[in-house]
């Protein structure tokens, strides 16, 4: 909580799973209106999904911080409330003051985070994008850390703390990946706290600094990370790569990175299971079930019998780890772009259940208001590509699963049955998998019970 001349500050809060900033898509208010407490006053972007952000002032808006479109790192002021009493003083405010926030309980909510008592009392000129700090050293930002305490900060902290102060493991894991000494770093945040803005900046300077030779000087230029990249010329869209587009693009290039997959593939006959799904669909007309949920069930099944897939590589700890639970994970296209929400413990649901879940996940994916908490943890996913009309994708790993099983378009194709030239219903099933964890065998083992299961559901009862 900060307070300045009797109105309060409503600082960024965290927004939990590890974020640190956020972009303002709208304002539910203006500068002139009264506000309760826990009302929502605006909607934010964060690298999981769209949240609706209440303010636990009451009282009369004085202040936005950030306009629509602009990213506010966490714990820096996003609106500021006087109080409606301005005779009340301090008192008036506290009492509005949310208990949970007073306390320190801990709880964090959607949108709204917890208290983080003094963090907020230092305040900072918002990080713009355009703004030339971002190349320059970490070292830059001493001027402004020297304008808040007369004492020089870097004896300071190394007195009180042997290492540099990192909230995020995506700070870490980003200087790790970019062989970044976080002590080296002088953290943004408050209290010293290092961001993933100050690894960014030392990633961006150190190219450089390594081509600053002392026989070829330059003036600053345009950042290194575009050196060799030509300049956007007239009539070409440029479309900001934040919230959940970057947080896809970075998911996607660490998967394809770290992890050595490899896909198999095999064409079955769908027939079945389509007469399957209708039979139930005529005994259960109040509760139907799709293909997805049938797949889904089959997937299941297969975990069951090849739980090597149902796992992830924890690379510091150099191990394996299968997991006892199925959190499914279905990849759903938004306006947003690509996401993975969870159904958890699918292993627990019956085929009625898992199709009701199904159905209802997927829906408020697409509506952006499912809770950052249910687009992660997932240890399997299920991909059905085949709504965009095609057969065939070698689809990269939802990153830190290992192993992912798509679905194609069902059609009409020519098919032996019984040594009889048919047409039947067909599908193609790829199976993408981290090839640390098993071997072909195990891969293929389990592409093949799928695929049987799909022609012969009466196999899938079997293994139940």
């Known amino acids: 909580m900060t307070t300045v001349d009797g109105a309060q500050v409503f600082l960024l809060p965290d927004l939990g799973e590890g974020l ?95 208290g983080h008592g003094g963090s907020g009392r230092r305040r900072r000129r918002p990080r713009l994008a355009v703004a030339p700090e971002p190349v320059a050293a970490p070292a830059a930002l001493a001027p402004e850390t020297a304008s808040v305490a007369p004492v020089v900060p870097a004896p300071e902290t190394a007195s009180v703390a042997p290492g540099p102060l990192v909230i995020s493991p995506i700070v870490r894991r980003l200087a790790r990946e970019h062989g970044l000494d976080l002590a080296a770093l002088r953290g943004t945040g408050p209290g010293g706290v290092v961001r993933r803005a100050d690894v960014e900046a030392a990633v961006a300077a150190t190219p450089a600094r390594l081509a600053a030779v002392p026989d070829h000087p330059e003036p600053a230029g345009p950042p290194a990370a575009h050196v060799g990249l030509a300049p956007a010329g007239a009539g070409d869209v440029v479309i900001p790569l934040t919230g959940i587009r970057k947080a896809i693009a970075d998911k996607l290039s660490r998967s394809r990175r770290e992890i050595p997959e490899v896909t198999i593939w095999v064409d079955v006959d769908a027939t079945a299971l389509l007469e399957t799904r209708a039979a139930i669909n005529a005994a259960t007309p109040d509760a139907p079930v799709s293909i997805l949920a049938l797949l889904a069930r089959i997937c299941l099944s297969g975990l069951r019998r090849y ?120 599908t193609q099933l790829s199976l993408t998998f981290d090839h640390r964890v098993c071997d072909g065998g195990v891969a293929g083992g389990f592409l093949r019970h799928v695929a049987d299961c799909v022609e012969r559901p009466a196999l899938l009862i079997a293994t139940v």
């Not at 506010?72 to 996003?78: E, M, T």
């Not at 005779?87 to 709880?107: L, M, Q």
């Not at 019956?350 to 879940?357: F, K, N, Q, S």
Request: net charge negative.
């Open 20 to 114: 640190t900033e956020a972009e303002i898509v709208e304002w539910r208010v203006a500068v002139g209106d009264m506000v309760t407490v826990d009302q929502t006053v605006v909607e934010v972007e964060t690298a999981k999904a769209v949240v609706d952000v209440p303010c636990p002032y009451a009282g009369r808006v004085v202040a936005l911080h950030g306009a629509a479109g602009e990213v506010r790192p966490v714990g820096q002021p996003l609106i500021t409330i006087a109080p409606a009493d301005a005779a009340g003083g301090e008192p008036a405010g506290h009492a509005t003051y949310r208990e949970e926030e007073r306390a320190g309980s801990g709880n964090v909510l959607i949108g709204y985070g917890t």
């Open 307 to 426: 739980p090597q897939l149902n796992a992830r590589v924890d690379t510091e700890a150099q191990r394996i780890v299968q997991s006892a639970a199925v959190h499914l994970g279905i990849a759903a296209q938004t306006d947003r772009g690509l996401v993975v929400p969870v159904v958890r413990d699918a292993q627990r649901l019956t085929t009625g259940e898992l199709a009701a879940e199904l159905a209802a996940t997927t829906t408020a994916a697409r509506a952006g208001t499912l809770p950052p908490a249910r687009l992660t943890g997932g240890t399997f996913t299920l991909n059905n590509y085949g709504v965009f009309g095609v057969d065939g994708s070698t689809p990269i790993i939802n990153h830190p699963e290992a192993a992912l099983l798509g679905v194609g378009r069902i059609v009409d194709k020519p098919w032996v049955v019984d040594g009889q030239l048919a047409v039947r219903k067909v």
